[in-house]
Structure formats: C-alpha cells, structure tokens
C-alpha cells in the first residue's frame, strides 16, 4: 500500500508571495493532518481535516489555510510568506481511531 | 493546552547497549502516545504507541512505558544498533475517532556509536 505523498518536495519562494503544497493520504484515510517543523520550534500542528471540513486547528495565524477534497487529498495554502515560514511541512493521515503515518514533507525556503 | 517536554536532547549510546528516553506531559486528557522516529530527509516514522489504559508495551527490542499518576513516560531500546541512529520524538493527544492533535516534545538526537 503507497504511503502518504506530497508536492512538491522542495520549494523556494520570496517573502510576500504565496504557496500551495498537496498532500495524497494513504488509500482509504480520510483524516489529514498538516504539522510544520522547524528547528526553533520542533513540530507544531497546524490543521486537522476530516470528510472536506476542519476538525480542529492550532495556533497559526489566518495566512495558514487548508482544504480538503472529495478524495480526501488536500491542500495548504500560505500567504503572504514570511521569512519566519521557512520549514519542513508535513502531512499525516490517518484511518478512524488508528495512529498517524506521515508523509516526507515539503521542505520551503524563503528568501 | 497540552506541553510535552522530552529529554535528553542528545544521547550516545555505545552500539550493543540500552538507550531511554523520556518525557513528561501536562494534561491528564491526554490518553494516546505515540513515539517516532526521524531519519534524515524523511518524515517521522511511527515506532511504537501506547494507551493511557496500559501501562506498559513491548515490540522486539523497543519498549514504551506509561506512568499516568506521575503523567510521564518512556521509551527503551536495547540492544542497539547503528541503524537505531535517528532522532526520536515523543508526543501525547487526546485519542478517540475525533479529532486528534498530537502535540509533541522537543526530540531526542540518538546516536549509536559502533
């Protein structure tokens, strides 16, 4: 069974620009969970989506927003990019009640 | 809200012998914690969890327990080889089939030394 996928995998922008990374779950998951990781910070939650709407959400300004598809991939999205949004961006899936698996990330950079 | 701290940050371990980790969290809600395992490059790798109904869960040679009155717990790997060189991240969430939010500690840079 493929694991969770995400795109791009690297990602370069300039400050005030925005970004839109995707994320693929694992067949049949149809929670996602977006997470960014920095080094100053470790891994902080950002989003939870279940069934296209947002179950739950952690202490990131608006510029961070999310969707999620019928076929329960999904979208972030970052406005406004700030240097301080430099990361590795993760995406989770999960099934029900069972543990999260993570994808690879994307890791952006911005200048 | 829930705040998970994890120590140490870093430890060297000689290749053959155990490795603990350990980490303490706030919020006696939380009832769901896993471990992972980051390799360069790569996103967290689920190793092992544990529920706050168990106090105690072995996989081979990677051991979790729980101490919900002290609200700490830990993970054990004996045995260890260069492979186990990683860093390893606790986290704690309230589990059910709502939503989840892990939140999670600082990380642990292991390094098995051959």
């Known amino acids: 069974k493929a694991g969770v996928t995400q795109t791009p995998r690297y990602l370069i922008k300039t400050r005030g620009q925005q970004v839109t990374l995707s994320c693929s779950p694992i067949s049949g998951h149809r929670s996602v969970s977006w997470y960014q990781q920095t080094p100053g910070q470790g891994l902080q939650f950002l989003f939870e989506?279940?069934?296209?709407?947002?179950?739950n959400k952690g202490n990131f300004p608006g510029r961070f927003s999310g969707r999620q598809f019928s076929n329960s991939r999904s979208e972030m999205n970052v406005s406004t990019l700030e240097l301080g949004d430099s990361a590795l961006y993760l995406c989770?899936?999960?099934?029900?009640?069972?543990?999260?698996?993570f994808g690879p990330g994307t890791r952006l950079t911005v200048l | 809200g829930e705040n998970v701290e994890q120590h140490p940050s870093t430890l060297s371990v000689q290749e053959g012998d155990s490795a603990v980790i350990k980490c303490t969290y706030s919020d006696s809600a939380s009832n769901y914690f896993p471990w992972y395992k980051q390799e360069l490059g790569k996103g967290p790798q689920l190793i092992i969890d544990?529920?706050?109904?168990?106090g105690e869960k072995k996989d081979q040679r990677i051991a979790v327990t729980l101490n919900k009155t002290a609200k700490h717990f830990s993970l054990h790997i004996t045995e260890t080889q260069p492979e186990d060189s990683a860093v390893y991240f606790c986290a704690a969430s309230p589990f059910g089939q709502g939503a989840q939010k892990l939140v999670f500690g600082q990380g642990t840079r292991l390094t098995i030394n051959p």
């Open positions: 544990i529920r706050s109904n168990v």
């Open positions: 989506y279940f069934s296209e709407t947002q179950r």
């Open positions: 989770a899936s999960k099934r029900g009640v069972h543990e999260q698996f």
